[in-house]
């Protein structure tokens, strides 16, 4: 690849400090399975990698039952389903740490550059939006907080400015009854970018659905939220009636590409599909919530 | 010969085999799985260059001239070589060993002469030192060589 | 300024130091400034696992880690298995189920497994088949692999009792 710096600050203050420095020069890396492969191609060419392993607020991982889970954007997927607290509280979350590429790249992977790297196919990334997740991006100027769902805002690119770094990701508490589910259409088994995911959330109220989130993955230029396919499911009974409604909308709403991994009319028959398979599972993960 | 006529588990012998019928340990194996095999990229000396071959982007894509004169100028490259550095070798059937083929087809797919036949067809092929140790200049890694010869 | 950064490291028990660019994986700076050339190099980028080691007791493609950013850090490579000249009951098993034809996807299946039977003794099929995805194999087809790694399990489980 060509010739790159690279500086590991121990702080957050000295990665903003290199960050602002160097403007879009720079770019900030935490496992590199994504920027080291793009490096190598050619596709990103920054001067200056900033490993920000070593900064501790991007090795956070805080729970608790009431203000819900601060995931710093560094952590790697091993830890997160490796830990018991988020296991419990976000099966959804585990779904997609537990699939991103295999055993070894989740070693060094981490759900923040999962999203920072804002592929249109990251499997994270529904996820985080089904479960209401908000990126805590830094800058010498303080800290803003902005939903997964307006994070992407075209292939590779994100609402993240030269001299800001992602912190954290932080994810609400889970109120009783909740349940949420990934799944993604691959080629194989495992290891594969998703053809379609889907990301659903459930919140049920006495046997109805009180309130629900569908993202997906792969049929858009960046994650897309469904907010219509979630709305549509608010107030209704949980009911195969139901669930079919909201995964025709997901399907409608989406607007993928055929490309090499698939057709439009595959993906969008896979959007339905997918869909109503992670809406029945969150549901059945909601009354086992309880 | 009809069902009728199949006689089963017919013995052909019964002599006892050292190795057929046995499980040997394959003779290489100790090396392979402890990581010692020395695979030919493996090997390591003082001088080794490196090649990289040009593939064509395009098929049948007619090749009008290459110039090979900046590759050769970069930094460590030590020799390029397109089609016009081998000879012609004529045409006529040659044995292959378990299949036959024409000369005058085969010489072409070593390296393209005025066409590239298919995408991927070798085009040119370069030798070159790995990074020197201490230059702190960008040092042309054998696609961007490749990449010097794609611009003619 | 200098260009290359000088790494201290431990490769297999000993202490190694070594200089590298920012640039070179730590494949690169096993396989061409250390010279242990058991890693083998199949995609570059992560997918084919030829080049896994342990980092820290996580197994990781070394092909997507930079050479820079193991100072400090604990690597095993498949030259570390072995202990002296006595196989690991993994690399025997993979010896008598014929689970390796040109060895090149070897190093790293054994590296991959070893670290999936010290975390998990008693892996079923399914959790062997899927540890080991991000390992790919061209020659096998990856049944005598499993069968490998199933045998080796209940190896080392006799032995320990």
């Known amino acids: 690849m060509k010739w790159i710096d690279y500086e590991a600050p121990k702080s957050l203050g000295d990665a903003l400090t290199l960050l602002s420095q160097h403007g879009d020069r720079a770019r900030p890396i935490a496992g590199g399975t994504d920027i080291l492969v793009q490096l190598r191609a050619g596709a990103r060419s920054p001067d200056l990698l900033v490993d920000v392993k070593g900064i501790p607020e991007l090795n956070e991982i805080s729970y608790s039952p009431s203000s819900g889970l601060t995931l710093g954007s560094a952590v790697e997927c091993y830890k997160v389903y490796g830990n018991s607290d988020i296991s419990n509280a976000y099966p959804g979350l585990i779904d997609s740490a537990s699939i991103i590429g295999g055993t070894q790249i989740q070693g060094r992977a981490s759900i923040g550059g999962n999203l920072c790297n804002a592929a249109p196919s990251g499997d994270s990334i529904p996820a985080l939006i089904a479960l209401g997740a908000t990126a805590q991006i830094a800058s010498s100027g303080g800290t803003r907080e902005v939903p997964v769902e307006e994070f992407c805002t075209a292939p590779g690119r994100t609402v993240v400015q030269p001299g800001e770094l992602v912190v954290s990701i932080h994810l609400p508490a889970p109120v009783p009854n909740s349940g949420a589910r990934y799944i993604r259409f691959i080629p194989r088994n495992e290891m594969d970018i ?31 939220f469904v907010k219509e396919a979630g709305d549509a499911l608010a107030g209704k009974p949980a009911t195969d009636e139901s669930i079919r409604v909201a995964s025709q909308l997901a399907s409608d709403a989406a607007t993928p590409i055929t490309d090499m991994r698939g057709t439009i009319e595959f993906r969008k028959h896979l959007c339905e599909v997918l869909t109503r398979r992670a809406l029945h599972t969150a549901i059945e993960r909601a009354k086992e919530s309880g | 010969m009809t069902t009728a006529d199949y006689e089963p588990n017919v013995v052909l012998s019964t002599k006892d085999y050292d190795v057929i019928g046995s499980r040997p340990i394959r003779p290489n194996g100790a090396n392979k799985v402890t990581g010692r095999s020395l695979y030919g990229v493996d090997y390591q000396a003082a001088g080794l260059l490196h090649g990289k071959v040009l593939s064509s982007p395009h098929g049948h894509a007619r090749i009008r001239s290459i110039d090979t ?7 460590g490259v030590r020799a390029v070589i397109t089609s016009k550095d081998l000879p012609v070798v004529g045409d006529g059937v040659v044995d292959l060993g378990e299949s036959t083929g024409d000369v005058k087809y085969l ?29 702190r200049r960008r040092y042309p890694s054998s696609t961007s060589i490749t990449r010097h010869l794609c611009r003619s | ?7 201290q490291t431990t490769i297999n028990g000993e202490a190694v130091d070594f200089l ?26 992560g997918n084919c696992g030829a080049c896994t080691v342990v980092l820290d007791g996580r197994i990781v493609t070394s092909c997507l880690v930079l050479g820079v950013e193991v100072e400090g850090r604990d690597i095993t490579t498949i030259e570390g298995i072995a202990v002296g000249s006595t196989l690991h009951p993994v690399q025997q098993a993979y010896l008598e189920n014929a689970a390796l034809q040109c060895g090149i996807c070897t190093p790293g299946f ?27 194999c061209r020659c096998t087809g990856y049944d005598k692999i499993v069968r490998a790694v199933m045998d080796a399990a209940n190896k080392m489980q006799e032995a320990a009792v």
Not at chain 1, 201 to 224: C, E, F, W
Not at chain 3, 21 to 41: F, H, M, N, Y
């Open chain 2, 69 to 75: 004169s900046r590759a050769e100028a970069l930094e």
């Open chain 2, 107 to 135: 010489q072409d797919n070593v390296l393209a002469r005025k066409k590239a036949l298919y995408k991927g067809h070798a085009i040119a092929a370069v030798a070159a030192t790995r990074a020197p140790t201490s230059s």
């Open chain 3, 110 to 136: 054994i590296v991959a497994s070893k670290a999936l039977l010290d975390q998990n003794p008693n892996p079923t099929e399914h959790e062997i088949r899927f540890w080991l995805a991000n390992n790919l």
């Open chain 1, 194 to 224: 998703a053809v379609v995911g889907a990301g659903v959330s459930v919140v049920l109220d006495n046997g109805n659905i009180k309130s629900a989130r569908v993202a997906l993955a792969s049929v858009a230029p960046t994650p897309l």
């Open chain 3, 20 to 45: 590298c660019e920012p640039r070179q994986s730590l494949l690169e700076c096993l396989r061409d400034v250390i010279g242990l050339t058991g890693s083998k190099e199949g995609c570059n980028d």
């Open chain 3, 1 to 7: 300024m200098p260009a290359k950064t000088y790494v």
